[in-house]
């Protein structure tokens, strides 16, 4: 995931770990998508908080941020062959950033060099709701039918493997960040998937 527009003076993008949930019904397809990222922090002052001298009096801490979201769309199968389907999709996008801010003072060593000293550690969170739109692009990578009837229905199934691929764009808006920042998330999602179909007999 990358972040783009002036959310990209703010926070990084990353490698996110992706689980989710896929129904589909005829053409119809509702997906929700669950991720979980650590993003780098840029602005070390995301809150603008200086002292009387005009100092940062309020910085990150060290510790990775952590990034969730959430996104629940519904798509439509516009393309399907034996092969290859496009499902283009949209709906919400959720975020929530979770880190820790410092508040600090500063002070003058013997040789009348600044350091500062932290005050206070404290944890910070907020979030945002936006829009978010994806295709999903299906590769048929097998097919195979089961050697045995299945248990619970005692009827032979058709297991197909696809390699799914999904580009994605999100927007966002942080008002309480100053200045507020807003922008793209965009990303690419990959992901092996299987369906079992029964066959009826």
């Avoid at 003072?105 to 206070?120: L, N, P, R």
């Avoid at 999100?170 to 200045?179: E, V």
Wanted: charged share 25%; proline share 3%.
């Amino acid at each position: 995931m990358t972040t783009t527009g002036t959310i990209s003076d703010t926070f990084g993008g990353g490698a996110c770990f992706t689980g989710g949930l896929t129904a589909d019904y005829k053409r119809l397809r509702l997906k929700a998508d669950f991720a979980y990222c650590q993003p780098n922090l840029k602005n070390h002052n995301i809150f603008n908080i200086k002292d009387s001298e005009g100092r940062d009096a309020q910085i990150n801490s060290d510790a990775n941020a952590t990034q969730t979201m959430l996104g629940v769309q519904l798509g439509y199968k516009v393309f399907q062959n034996k092969r290859f389907s496009v499902t283009p999709a949209a709906g919400l996008f959720f975020t929530h950033y979770g880190w820790s801010l410092q508040d600090i003072e500063w002070d003058k060593d013997d040789k009348g060099e600044e350091f500062f000293k932290v005050k206070d550690l404290k944890p910070y969170k907020f979030n945002n709701a936006s829009w978010m739109a994806s295709i999903d692009i299906d590769i048929k990578l097998g097919e195979k039918k089961t050697l045995e009837p299945f248990f619970l229905n005692n009827r032979y199934s058709r297991l197909s493997t696809y390699l799914r691929i999904t580009p994605w764009v999100a927007g966002a808006r942080f008002n309480k960040i100053d200045p507020a920042v807003k922008g793209l998330y965009t990303g690419v999602t990959v992901r092996a998937t299987g369906f079992m179909q029964s066959l009826g007999f």
